[in-house]
């Protein structure tokens, strides 16, 4: 094998781990595509030669193409995602085994806006956040890619955490409070706090790749919790329908949207989509 098969060889085995890190920090394949062909055309031009660790200097490479594509685009701010995820309508109710072309119908019956925060942040605490906080980059190595301290760095993703946090806009805090009160009590199985936040004729409305189902009255659905509880999952506030809602990620991936309608501060109804592979293709990548 020649010099250059074995350096194409090498970066082959990065590739997938590039595209990774572009594609979250850019929200586009196509953009992450253009950044990974880039890091490979100024390896090509740089040779081997002189690099001690081939996967830390591609990725100080790439980021950096990334941090040239945000700067030069602009962050973008909010804008909404129109996700047509097969939520049923409120005033639906859905049987098991019901018609095929019915199931269709209800499935492009709700289009929820999936307001996402990430283009909050500016493109260093962007870049701060996804390399420490998904990729686990240590704060020296980010920093070193920033061009920055270590500290101003550690603040930069901190800054972005808060922002992240707080991104989802405020104009309904007491319904978010309700949603955030929803998940901590499912988080611990506390069942008797569940049926203090749920209204007594509550329902959840939950379309899984197995097929549809509603549940109703607030013992039933608290009974029912465990379909949001998993040690493994991450929750991002979202607005859906306008409303406080959540996207659930679990090992990185999208695999539930949530949406609440809240009534005098309980919840009355819950419409959940579960379908990683339908979330996976309009969630952007760095909610995961």
């Known amino acids: 094998m020649t010099d250059e098969e074995e350096l194409a060889a090498a970066f082959e085995d990065q590739r997938s781990y590039l595209h990774a890190m572009a594609y979250r920090l850019l929200g586009s394949h196509a953009d992450a595509d253009d950044a990974v062909q880039e890091a490979w055309l100024?390896?090509?031009?740089?040779?081997?030669?002189g690099i001690g660790e081939l996967r830390g200097w591609l990725t100080t490479v790439t980021v950096r193409i990334c941090l040239d594509v945000l700067r030069r685009?602009?962050?973008r701010r909010e804008q909404p995602l129109e996700l047509e995820v097969g939520m049923l309508p409120r005033d639906a109710v859905w049987e098991a085994g019901a018609d095929p072309e019915q199931e269709a119908l209800l499935a492009e019956s709700v289009g929820l806006a999936l307001y996402v925060v990430m283009d909050v942040l500016t493109p260093a605490e962007r870049v701060a956040f996804v390399l420490h906080d998904v990729f686990e980059v240590p704060f020296d190595g980010v920093a070193a890619i920033l061009g920055r301290s270590t500290a101003a760095t550690k603040m930069l993703a901190s800054r972005a955490r808060g922002r992240l946090r707080a991104g989802v806009p405020a104009a309904d805090t007491a319904g978010r409070e309700v949603v955030d009160a929803f998940f901590e009590a499912v988080g611990h199985g506390d069942v008797d706090r569940l049926l203090t936040i749920l209204a007594p004729d509550a329902e959840l409305r939950s379309q899984t790749p197995g097929g549809v189902f509603t549940v109703r009255g607030a013992r039933e659905i608290a009974g029912q919790a465990t379909l949001f509880r998993n040690a493994r999952a991450r929750l991002h506030p979202a607005l859906v329908d306008g409303a406080p809602g959540a996207v659930i990620t679990i090992g990185?991936?999208?695999?539930?949207?949530?949406?609440?309608?809240?009534?005098?501060?309980?919840?009355?109804?819950?419409?959940?989509?579960?379908?990683?592979a339908r979330l996976g293709q309009v969630v952007p990548a760095w909610v995961g």
């Open 42 to 49: 100024r390896l090509v031009r740089n040779g081997a030669e």
């Open 73 to 75: 685009h602009g962050v």
């Open 252 to 276: 990185g991936r999208p695999t539930t949207v949530v949406a609440f309608t809240i009534v005098d501060g309980v919840i009355t109804t819950i419409r959940s989509m579960t379908d990683p």
